[in-house]
């Protein structure tokens, strides 16, 4: 989908309660930034409350929301016992929410070979179980009403495969197949959307919290990321297509967006783009370097 920037997002989302899990860095706080400055009063989770503090109080600083249109919900997507109270708290607070963003997840760099099947669960238990969990306790809310948005951080490895990811993309496909089933079944309510955002890599800490060869080992290869798309502007992008209710948008640079176009219509050639580049980002995994920075800066 080839986006322009457009103002009906000015239009639909102030006033409009949304929440945000994963607010507490990257994606999700730049988008509770921006969701603030439009006037969208905030429901802000993640699992670290200390944070969640620091950007509500950037989000105050740079809108004209008072400190009742921002509340901090601290909550843990794997902790599912949790998801009905705190759907509870947020609805106790605004008396409705418009908007869910699940965008709260992180990611994975390790060769299947070398990786534990704990690390395959847990990322399972956090981007996928997590997300509908949470997903199931907000629709409810939003059957009643017969309105709202479900909005969902997928990723173009929702859409392609891609190597040193096999349990991150397993999970995003997952959330692809769940949502695109999930639509058809509400269907029925004109007014509640079911919104997949596809962004390609993106300046946020996800190369920091990857997932490695062991559910407790942190990723020690973390590289220059300032060639990735700017956060700022991801969340322009998702912003738009929130707005204007875009089932599945491609928020990508090349050359991840051709591997999308040619994965869905030529998907021979995808093959051999996608073995290229996934040559050069094992190869330089192996020596210990970026996968990513170092297909893009392969000459230096
Ligand atoms: N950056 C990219 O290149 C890219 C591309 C496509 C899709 N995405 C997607 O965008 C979303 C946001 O990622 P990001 O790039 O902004 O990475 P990030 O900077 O690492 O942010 C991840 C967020 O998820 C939260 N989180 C992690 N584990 C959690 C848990 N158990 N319970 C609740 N929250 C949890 C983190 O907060 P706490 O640690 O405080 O809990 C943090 O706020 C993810 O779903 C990711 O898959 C990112
Ligand atoms: C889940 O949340 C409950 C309630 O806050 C807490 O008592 C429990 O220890 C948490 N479980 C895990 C595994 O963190």
New binding site residues.
């Given amino acids: 989908i080839i986006m322009q920037y457009n103002s009906r997002q000015k239009k639909v989302l102030p006033g409009k309660v949304v929440w945000v899990?994963?607010?507490?860095?990257?994606?999700?706080?730049e988008l509770s930034y921006q969701l603030a400055k439009i006037g969208s009063p905030l429901a802000l989770?993640?699992?670290?409350e200390n944070?969640?503090e620091r950007v509500k109080k950037k989000c105050l600083e740079i809108s004209s929301l008072s400190d009742k249109d921002i509340l901090i919900v601290p909550?843990?997507?794997?902790n599912r016992s949790t998801h009905e109270s705190a759907t509870q708290s947020v609805l106790k607070h605004f008396g409705k929410i418009d908007i869910l963003v699940?965008?709260?997840?992180?990611?994975q760099r390790s060769l299947f070979v070398d990786t534990s099947i704990d690390v395959y669960n847990a990322i399972m238990e956090?981007?996928y179980l997590?997300t509908i969990s949470l997903t199931k306790h907000v629709l409810d809310h939003m059957i009643q009403r017969k309105k709202g948005k479900i909005v969902t951080?997928?990723?173009?490895?929702g859409i392609m495969g891609a190597p040193l990811a096999t349990g991150?993309c397993a999970s995003?496909h997952a959330l692809q197949g769940f949502f695109n089933s999930l639509r058809p079944e509400v269907a029925e309510y004109p007014e509640i959307s079911i919104i997949n955002l596809?962004?390609?890599?993106?300046?946020?800490?996800?190369i920091?919290?990857v997932f490695t060869e062991e559910v407790s080992k942190v990723n020690a290869n973390i590289g220059d990321q300032s060639h990735?798309?700017p956060?700022d502007r991801?969340v322009r992008l998702g912003l738009v297509s929130m707005a204007n209710d875009i089932k599945e948008a491609w928020i990508s640079d090349n050359p991840y967006l051709a591997v999308c176009y040619l994965w869905q219509y030529a998907p021979t050639w995808a093959w051999w783009l996608l073995n290229r580049i996934g040559k050069t980002r094992i190869k330089n995994f192996k020596s210990g370097v970026d996968a990513d920075v170092s297909y893009y800066k392969k000459s230096s």
């Fill in positions: 899990t994963g607010a507490s860095s990257g994606i999700g706080e989770s993640a699992r670290r944070e969640l909550l843990d997507l794997t699940n965008n709260g997840g992180r990611s956090l981007n997590g951080m997928n990723s173009v490895m991150y995003k596809c962004p390609g890599p993106v300046q946020s800490q996800i920091q919290n990735k798309m956060t991801c």
